[in-house]
């Protein structure tokens, strides 16, 4: 697929992991070549669940651009902007909001879902109910046809459409475009304890590791609890280090990994090293590309990233004004 409008965002809450890269990153690189694609820092998204933390935006902010233009996210070939940046998201939140029935945004199994699983958080307020409202306004602002996402965020999309209708029916014009969503296939990358890879299990591997820190921590993780000796035969089915292999190894290499693991003639310690070796190979070109860019580089690729957003922002927002107050001929 190609001459798709992408558009798309992440929270700003803590450096990416390969995770991050294998589910999310890599994909959004792909659609940058033939896609004019806009990626942006939701950050008043990450004050809706953690408004409490005193979050340093600006270095998060900072921090996950970074981590984008390491995985090869080009500012050549994509706007990249921050969503407190462009007021105008504010303006299109805060008239969808008008629009937008409490019981579609009640019923939201995302909403439902959080609030019965953030524990120790007070997520009970007007914003994070809204959540959604803001990335439909995020989204439709620059006709996306096509949103990146994950399943969690299916029924934000189906929210998106929904609110594209009522407004095109309440305000009688075609001044939207319904976004589709691109599902993102997540390779099944779990964490180094076997649960999901997630900085608050403090079980990632980061983009911005070194290869001896990517070793500590390989190096801790379970295999095949039957294997006692290196030459007892193993299950891989049931090692996190083949999980691993499978997303950076090659075919050859896994095949290799896999017959030779269930022969016993390959013990865990080499087979982590060979899992090393694939990380590095991933990771070295984006801590090759990491070095190139100082904060104020990277200041430089938002603020022109923000004056792109906000122009086409700023158009999208008379149509919306003129729809909605222009006088009316009766
Ligand atoms: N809600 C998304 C998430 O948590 C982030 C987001 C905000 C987003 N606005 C968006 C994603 C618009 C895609 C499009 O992952
Ligand atoms: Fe896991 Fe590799 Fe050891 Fe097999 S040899 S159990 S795949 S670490």
């Known amino acids: 697929m190609s001459n798709m409008k992408i558009v798309s965002g992440m929270r700003p809450t803590g450096k990416l992991h390969l995770g991050h890269y294998l589910g999310v990153l890599q994909n959004w690189v792909q659609l940058q070549e033939d896609n004019e694609s806009l990626f942006f820092v939701a950050d008043w998204h990450a004050l809706s669940t953690s408004y409490e933390d005193k979050l340093n935006l600006k270095r998060l902010t900072l921090d996950l651009v970074k981590d984008w233009l390491a995985a090869g996210i080009d500012p050549a070939k994509s706007t990249l902007f921050v969503q407190s940046a462009v007021k105008e998201h504010a303006e299109l939140y805060l008239l969808l909001n008008m629009i937008t029935p409490m019981g579609w945004l009640e019923r939201n199994p995302t909403y ?3 609030m019965a699983n953030l524990k120790g958080k007070d ?3 007007g914003g994070f109910l809204t959540y959604p409202v803001l ?8 006709d996306a046809t096509a949103v990146p996402i994950g399943e969690d965020q299916k029924p934000h999309l189906e929210l998106a459409r929904e609110i594209v209708r009522r407004y095109h029916h309440l305000f009688g014009c075609e001044t939207f475009v319904e976004p589709k969503d691109i ?6 990358l779990p964490g180094l304890d076997g649960r999901k890879m997630s900085k608050s299990y403090d079980n990632a591997i980061y983009l911005s590791d070194d290869s001896d820190t990517v070793w500590q921590k390989l190096r801790k993780a379970k295999t095949d609890p039957g294997r006692v000796k290196k030459d007892d035969p193993g299950n891989p089915e049931i090692c996190l280090v083949f999980d691993y292999h499978k997303c950076v190894s090659s075919e050859a290499d896994v095949a290799e990994i896999e017959s030779s693991c269930k022969a016993g003639t390959i013990g865990c310690v080499a087979c982590k090293k060979k899992c090393l070796q694939g990380v590095d190979a991933m990771l070295d070109p984006m801590r090759r590309r990491r070095e190139r860019f100082s904060d104020e580089e990277i200041e430089a690729i938002i603020e022109a990233g923000n004056a792109g957003a906000k122009s086409r922002a700023a158009e999208k927002m008379e149509r919306v004004r003129s729809n909605i107050f222009e006088i009316k001929e009766d």
């Open 123 to 125: 997520i009970n307020t």
């Open 183 to 188: 599902l993102t296939q997540t390779p099944r």
């Open 112 to 114: 439902k879902d959080q």
């Open 135 to 142: 990335q439909a306004a995020d989204i439709i602002m620059y």
